[in-house]
C-alpha cells in the first residue's frame, strides 16, 4: 500500500502502490470473450457499460443540435436556416435528450452496474429483461435516427396537439414509436431495480441501511413503472390520429387538443423526477464521501426520495397553466406545485448540514457536486416562481422556462451524472482518471454553463419568446453571451470523453477503494468480478459508516498483487 | 469475508426468502368453480340491470358490479387474498394512480364552465 | 457451482433447486417471489396504460352522451355478453391450470392449458365477427362512416332511437374509434396471451410444470387474468351504456 494521506493533505485518494499494481486478471471484463458475449450477457456491470457508450452517442447528437440552435440565435435574424429547421433543431435536441439520454443517464448505466453491488446481490432480478432493455432502448434510438435522417420532426419534444397531429406533415409517427419503444425500454429497468430492491437485498440489508443511492433509484423507478405507460398510450393516441384522423384531439370532430396534453404531462412531470432523482442519490454518496461524514437526516433524505416520487404526480397541470384549463383546476395544481418543492428542498438542506464539520476536499466528483448544488437550488428556486399561477402568465413559453429546465437538468442533473461517472470510474475500469484535466473540465462546465443559461433567465425576464428562431434586436447582447457560454460548455463536455478514454489504457491504477468510501462496492476488487462477490456479504453496519470503515482498514492485512 | 452464520440465518435470511412468511396457500378446484359461479351471475345482472331505467343509477350499478367482479378476480383467481402484504400494497398502488389520473383530470374538465370568475 | 438437491430439513422453505433456478437467486423461494412481483409490476403497467383510453372514453362519453349511447346499442349484447362469460371461463380455466400445476398433475394441467385457450380463440372468433359486422355496415371511423342510420332511424327501420342532430350524429365517431382502440388493444394483449398460450402448453406436454416450477404458469395466470378484468370493465361500458332508450 502507499503512504497514507498524511494530516494535511487536501485528497482522500489512496492508491495502491503503481510500481506493482495490476488490474485484476478475472474481472467482468475478461470474463468473457467476443463480441456476442457483450451483445447477449445477462451481466448487469456490461449492460452497464452497453448503455453508457450508445447514451454518450446519442449525448453528442443532441449536443450537435444545440449548438446549432445557438449558432442560429448569435443574431437576431433568421439567417442561418428556415423556421421549419430550426424547429426540428430544438425537437430533435429535446427528444434526444430527454428521452434518449436523461431518463437513462444514472439509471441505466451507474445505477445498472451498482445497484446489484450496493444491495449485496449478483445481479438485478430479471438479467435477461435488462437486456432486453437496453435492445429497446436501441431500437428507439434508430427509430429517432431514422426520424432524423428522413428529414426531422419540428413539434417540439412535447408533441403538441393539434400541431403534431393536424397541422405538419413531417415523421411526426416515426418519432413517436421511437419514444413509445424507448419508453419500454425504461419501464423495464424500472421494473428491474424495484423488484430488485424488495427481493434481492443481502442478509441484514435492512431497508435503512441502503445507500441513498439506492433509495433515490427506487423511487426514481416506482414513476417509471407508474408514469411511463401513460406516454405509451398517449404517443398511440397521435398516431391514431395522425393516421385514421378519428378525432380525438380535434375540435373540429369533437375532440380535446387539451386532453393530449393531461395525458402528456402525467408522464412528462413524473418524467423530471425521473431524471434528477438518481443524480440526487449520487450527490449523496459523494458529498458523504469527500467530506467523510455520514449524510445528515438520512431518514429525511430517504423519505423525501418517495415523498418527491408520490407528489410528482399531482402536479402535472403547472404545464399547462396558460393551455385552457380551468381557472380552479390551475389553482389546485399550483397550490401542490408548492409542495413539491419541499423534499427537494430538504434534500439540499440535508446536503449543506452534512458538508458541516465534514473534512471536505475537492476532487473533482466534488466539485461536479457543488456545481449540482448551487445550480439545482437556483433552478429548483426558479421552479417556484413558475409554479406561481400570476408569475407563470408572465413567464410561460419564454427564455426563463427553458433556462429552469437547464438549470436543473444540465446544471443538475448532467453534473450528478458527470460527478457519478468520475466518482465510479476506477470501479467500472479499475483505472483512475487524471485528476488535474477532470477539474480542468469540471470548472470549465461550470463557468460555460453559468454564461450560457444566466443570461436566458434575463431573456425570459424581458419577454423573449421560447422555440423561435428570430427576435427583437435588443436581446442580441444576452444571446451572443449565451452562444459563447454554450462553446465553453461544449468543451467541458468533450474533454472527459477525451480523458476518460485516455484513462483505460494509461490511467492508474485504482484498487479496491481509492475514495476510502463506504459501501458494499468498495469492498470489493476494482472491475468487479462477473458474480460482484466471491461469498454474498452479511451486512451488520449502517451505510456511510465511516468508523466502520476506519477500523477494517486498521484491521486489514495488505496482501501482494 | 467468511462470517459464521447460523444455519437459521443462512436459509432464512429475513430478508431474502419469503420475508413475510407468506404461506403457500393453494387455493381449490371447488373455491376457483363459486368464484366462477359469481362471474357468471353478476354478468347476468349487469345485463339485466341495463334493461332497466334506473336513470343516473345505471352506469354506477354497472361499474360497481364491474369492480366487484374485478376484486373478486383480483382476490381469488389472481391469489392475491393469500399474497404477501407486498403484492397488496402493489396492487393498491396501481390502483390509486390510476385514481389520480382520473381524478385530477376530471378535475379540470369539471370545472371548466365554471372558469368563469 | 453445483446446486444442493437434497431436502433440508427445514420444510417450510424447501430447498430442492429445480432445473430452472436461476443462479443470482439465493433460494427458490427468493425466485419465485421475485418472478411474481415483476409481473405485478409490469401489469400496473398495463392498468395505467389502458388508464388512458379509459378517460378518454370517460370524457367524450360525458361530453356527447347521445351519440354514445345511440352507437353503443348498435353493438350486439348477446355478442358481447357471451364473450364476457366465454372469458371468464377462459379465466376459470386457467386458474384451475394453476392449480393442477400446483399439485403436479401435468395431464390436468395441459387440459385446462388447451381450453383456456380454445375459450381464448373463441372470444377472439366473435370479436372478428363484431367487427366484419361494423365494417359492413360503415361504421368504422374514417372516410367511409355513415351516420345516416343515426340521423335518420326511421329510414332504417329502428324505432326505439331517437335521431340525433348531424353534429351530435358525427361524433358517434368517437364511439366508435374508441370501441376499435379499447377492443382493439385489448385483442392485441389476447392474442400475445394466446400466443404463449401456445407455447406453455406444449412446454406443459413435456412436464417442465408439473415437478414444482410453476412460476410460468402462475405468472401467464396473473397476465390472463389481468386481461380478463380490461374485458369485465369494456362489457359494460361499451355494451350497456343506455339500453333503455325511449323510457
Redesign the interface.
Known sequence: MSTAPNAISNTIVLLPDQATATIPKKNYITAEHGLLSWLLTGDHKRIAMLYLISITFFFFIGGAFAGMIRLELLTPQPDLVSSDTYNKFFTMHGIIMVFLFLVPSVPATIGNFLMPIMLGARDLAFPKINLLSWYLYLVGGVLTLAALVLGGVDTGWTFTTPLSTHYLNTHVITAAMAIFVAGFSSIFTGLNFIVTIHRMRAPGMTWFRMPLFVWSHYAASILMVLGTPVLAITLVLVALERAFGIGVFDPTKGGDPLLFQHLFWFYSHPAVYIMILPGMGVISEVISTFSRKRVFGYTAVAFSSVAIALFGFFVWAHHMFIMGVSNYSALVFSLLTMLVAVPSAIKIFNWAFTLHKGSITFETPMLYAFGFMGLFTIGGLTGVFLGSLGMDIHLTETYFIVAHFHFVMVGGMLMAFLAGVHFWWPKMTGRMYPESLSKLAAVTTFIGFNLTFLPQFILGYLGMPRRYHAYPPEFQVLNVLSTAGATVLGIGYMLPLLYLGWSLKYGEIAGNNPWQATGLEWQIQSPPLTENFTEIPIVDYEAYDYEWLEKKQKEQVTTVG | MAHQISHDQAHDPPNVTNPEHAEHHIVTPVQYSMVFGTLLLFTGITVWAAYVDLKVLNPIIALAIASFKAVVVILFFMHVKYQSRLVKLTVACGFFTFLVLIMMTLCDYISRSWGLW | MPHETAV?E?E??G?VFVPQHR?????E??QR??G???M?????????????????Y???R???YPAFAVASNQLS?PLG?AN??IL??S??F???G??AA??RKRNILVITLILTTLFGVAFLGIKYVEYHEKWEKHHI??AHFDVSEFVNPAAHGITDEQPLSPDMA??T??FF?LYF?MTGMHALHMIIGVGLLFWLTWRAYRGEFSSGYVAPI?NF??YW??V??VW??L???LY?????PL?
Open positions: 433440508h427445514h417450510e422453505h430447498h443462479h443470482h437467486f439465493e433460494t423461494e427468493q417471489e421475485a411474481s412481483f415483476g405485478w409490476l409490469f401489469l400496473l403497467t398495463e392498468i395505467m396504460f389502458f388508464g388512458g383510453l379509459f378517460f378518454a370517460l370524457l367524450f360525458n361530453w356527447y349484447v355478453g364476457t362469460a371468464i371461463t379465466g376459470f386457467m386458474a384451475l394453476v392449480w400446483e399439485v371511423p374514417g358525427q361524433h365517431q368517437i374509434f382502440a402462475e395466470g396473473l387474468h389481468f380478463d378484468i369485465l370493465f362489457f359494460p361500458l350497456l351504456i343506455n339500453r333503455h323510457h
